[in-house]
């Protein structure tokens, strides 16, 4: 084969591999802003779905298309609540796994300026049930898959950071049932959390302060002014008053933790 033929094969399979590619988009892509994310998961329509091979909450992974862009997308509909649930080493009462929690969760990050750190959930029926839809994102794996092949962290600062305001997110929400596949890792070491289904417990006390190290400054702020009024308002529908309480208590214990740990160690220490 001459060179000519071989330089216009190679550029023939890239232009194909540039079509096969090009339907499709990332989270992080800036074509799409989150607001135009949320429109495509509210109304494209599903071309294609099956059960996701994680999790035990029956979730599915849906392709959707709007005639322009082709991406997937994670729906869960589980809500059930028990009054007793047994664990085996422990009981629950009250117990509640619900994918509104899903929908109140990104809605306080929103609140809070972290909402980069969830992927982009919206409330959509599909095969008769109402459940969140959030983006597909863009990951190479979880932490579980990360801790059990040792693979280290190219920036521990960054990594670090990352992982600072997800432990404020998680003791703000109280997940009772926080594991590591819940935490995903991006091409580029970006971490992400998903699924709150058994988030937002109605106690007033954190789960687990010795989790909050450091915390980012902008955050501490959000924290600092977030309002209660307009966060019922915004979760009206997925959170009871009992359950927007218990966020507002802790985030009081939060912000006051912090602040007696910048008495304590000094403000560089802490905040970042």
């Known amino acids: 084969m001459d060179m000519r033929r071989l330089i216009g094969r190679r550029f023939l399979i890239a232009v194909m591999m540039c079509v096969l590619v090009a339907p499709f988009v990332t989270a992080e892509d800036p074509a799409l802003s989150k607001e135009e994310i949320k429109q495509f998961l509210l109304t494209a329509k599903v071309v294609h779905a099956k059960d996701s091979r994680k999790g035990i909450t029956h979730t599915q992974r849906l392709t959707l298309s709007d005639g322009k862009i082709t991406h997937d997308a ?4 589980i809500d059930e609540r028990k009054a007793r649930m047994d664990f085996g080493n422990r009981t629950e009462l009250n117990f509640v796994d619900s994918y509104k929690y899903n929908l109140a969760a990104y809605t306080l990050a929103e609140m809070l300026g972290v909402d980069n750190m969830l992927p982009v959930y919206v ?17 190479k794996m979880d932490e579980v898959e990360r801790v059990q092949h040792k693979i280290p962290v190219p920036d521990t600062d960054a990594w670090n950071n990352q992982m600072y305001r997800i432990r404020v997110f998680d003791e703000l929400v109280y997940d009772s049932d926080p594991n590591l596949t819940n935490v995903l890792i ?27 190290v450091r915390c980012d400054r902008q955050l501490l702020e959000k924290l600092r002014i977030l309002d209660g009024q307009a966060f019922a308002k915004r979760t009206k529908g997925y ?23 910048v008495t304590q160690k000094g403000e560089a220490s802490v905040l970042y």
């Open 74 to 77: 994670s729906f869960q509909t």
């Open 123 to 139: 409330e959509r029926k599909y095969g008769g049930q109402m459940g969140s839809l959030s983006w597909w994102l863009p990951v």
């Open 186 to 212: 991006g091409e580029d070491w970006k971490i992400w959390r998903i699924d709150f289904t058994r988030a937002f417990r109605t106690s007033k006390d954190l789960k687990s302060p010795s989790d909050l």
């Open 239 to 261: 959170l009871t008053k009992d359950e927007v309480t218990g966020v507002l208590a802790r985030r009081d214990k939060i912000v006051t933790y912090f602040q007696q740990l």
